[in-house]
């Protein structure tokens, strides 16, 4: 099942703030975040695995909510380079390592100066 | 670390010819990889899984016989496409799975465009 991502597109100036939602309908065993530049292939981002998990790199982070079906993730003081298409994959809920992901139909942010 | 190569980077062929994409982790083994093709403007979507020394698993809606998958050893897989036509057109991107235990973040070679004319 597709996760459903929000918004589907945003446009920021340099500096600000932006989130982006990431949610299904059942619990989700992971999420995991890319950002695709047009013509390339995802960069990994970050992975959240447990209920309540927050963590971040430098001005982006990501949290994974309690019932493990929503995840945002929060990009600060936003930079040129952040502009891309943000992609959540999902995990399916089994235990023991369903490695596959289901991506949502992704978010566009475009940073201008 | 957790680098992985595609080659080609691009390939233009005729309909009806085979194309053969290769996908090879470069520092680590990779017990798992995943094909995605993604349509301009779209997300990925998963076409295959597959692990070393054994058949892949295609998704719903995937002919096997037409994209033909091969993992040969825990750093190189292959993808054939088969008798291309112009509907196959597309941007091909290949996975591999880290060795995280649980959860284990994919990390995501350059792509293929490949264009079939």
């Known amino acids: 099942q597709q996760p459903v991502q929000s918004p589907q597109a945003v446009i920021l100036r340099e500096g600000e703030d932006a989130v982006i939602n990431c949610s299904s309908s059942?619990?989700?065993?992971?999420v995991h975040w890319y950002r695709q530049k047009h013509g390339e292939a995802p960069v990994f981002l970050m992975i959240l695995l447990k209920g309540g998990e927050q963590k971040g790199h430098e001005k982006i982070s990501a949290s994974f909510n309690e019932k493990k079906q929503q995840s945002s993730l929060y990009l600060t003081a936003s930079q040129l380079s952040y502009s891309g298409t943000y992609f959540c994959?999902?995990?399916?809920?089994?235990?023991?390592?369903?490695?596959?992901?289901?991506f949502g139909k992704g978010t566009k942010l475009s940073v201008i100066p | 670390g957790a680098v992985v190569s595609q080659h080609p980077s691009w390939v233009i062929c005729k309909s009806g010819t085979s194309v053969k994409i290769e996908c090879r982790s470069l520092?680590?083994?990779?017990?798992?990889m995943f094909w995605y093709r993604q349509f301009p403007k779209q997300s990925l979507m998963l076409m295959a899984t597959s692990n070393e020394g054994s058949k892949a698993t295609y998704e719903q809606g995937v002919e096997k016989d037409k994209f033909l998958i091969n993992h040969a050893s825990l750093t190189l897989s292959t993808l054939t496409v088969t008798s291309a036509h112009p509907e196959d057109s597309s941007f091909y991107i290949c996975?591999?799975?880290?060795?995280?235990?649980?959860?284990?973040?994919?990390?995501f070679g350059p792509g293929t465009r490949l264009t079939v004319l």
């Open positions: 994959g999902t995990g399916g809920s089994s235990g023991a390592g369903s490695y596959q992901l289901t």
């Open positions: 996975s591999a799975r880290g060795v995280h235990r649980w959860g284990g973040e994919q990390f």
């Open positions: 520092d680590f083994q990779a017990t798992t």
């Open positions: 059942k619990a989700l065993y992971s």
